[in-house]
């Protein structure tokens, strides 16, 4: 299963983005999936995550009511929509996936068996 995130650039503080994830190897439809964000020092944190059932999560403390997860089967791929970007969401966004996943192990990196090699976002003041 291979992973390819895309999406990322530079934008200023409160445009959007839409990261994407196309999952090769494997069709999307009974896989969890997470979007995840590291900056340079700092553990690799949560931003949302989708089940294969079309639950979401999304870390209420950074991305609630910006940041939005959605899949495309069809197209075996899976989005995050970031609006009102801000200087925080800077960072290396990372994909990540596993059959089968369940709701409440969206947010553990532990619990995913593949990553993409990530997409840079930089949002600029």
């Known amino acids: 299963v291979q992973l390819q995130a895309s999406g990322g650039g530079l934008v200023q503080v409160g445009g959007s983005l839409r990261l994407s994830c196309a999952v090769s190897?494997?069709?999307?439809?009974?896989?969890?999936f997470g979007w995840f964000r590291q900056t340079q020092g700092k553990e690799r944190e949560f931003v949302a995550g989708i089940t294969w059932s079309g639950s979401t999560s999304v870390n209420t403390d950074s991305a609630k009511g910006r940041f939005t997860i959605s899949r495309d089967n069809a197209k075996n791929t899976v989005y995050l929509q970031m609006n009102s970007l801000e200087l925080e969401d800077t960072a290396v966004y990372y994909c990540a996936a596993r059959a089968g996943i369940i709701y409440s192990s969206l947010g553990v990196p532990s619990a995913y068996d593949y990553w993409g090699q990530g997409t840079e976002v930089t949002v600029s003041s």
């Open positions: 190897g494997r069709t999307v439809r009974r896989s969890g």
